[in-house]
């Protein structure tokens, strides 16, 4: 089972960045899947998670209305749109899957974990 994570990189503040997460060993299209992230020196917070039907997402307030979670159920690929970047985003980004609804994502540790991408905004 791995979940591959891509789309990192270098961006200034107010720029935009699209993460994706590829899944492959199993079929994980009935699993929600999320984005968690971690700063250096602080800890893995959450930060938004979408249902595997599509119908229910969930965010962490400090990205919502500026990040996007979507999926693809054909291609197993789950996405992160961020937009309008802050420096406070600089972080390993890391994509999971769990049965729990998205709601609850804030509170567990997903049972699947990609390797992580780093996100890195300059001011």
């Known amino acids: 089972v791995q979940l591959q994570a891509s789309g990192g990189g270098l961006v200034q503040a107010g720029g935009s960045l699209r993460l994706s997460c590829t899944a492959s060993g199993r079929t994980f299209a009935t699993w929600t899947l999320g984005w968690f992230r971690q700063a250096p020196g602080k800890e893995r917070e959450f930060v938004a998670a979408i249902s595997w039907n599509r119908g229910s997402t969930y965010y962490a307030d400090s990205v919502k209305g500026r990040f996007t979670i979507s999926r693809d159920n054909v291609e197993y690929t789950v996405y992160l749109q961020m937009d309008n970047l802050e420096t406070e985003d600089t972080a390993v980004y890391y994509c999971?899957?769990?049965?729990?609804?998205?709601?609850?994502?804030?509170?567990?540790?997903?049972?699947?974990w990609g390797q992580g991408t780093q996100v890195t905004v300059s001011s």
């Open positions: 999971t899957a769990d049965r729990a609804a998205p709601v609850r994502f804030p509170y567990l540790t997903p049972t699947y």
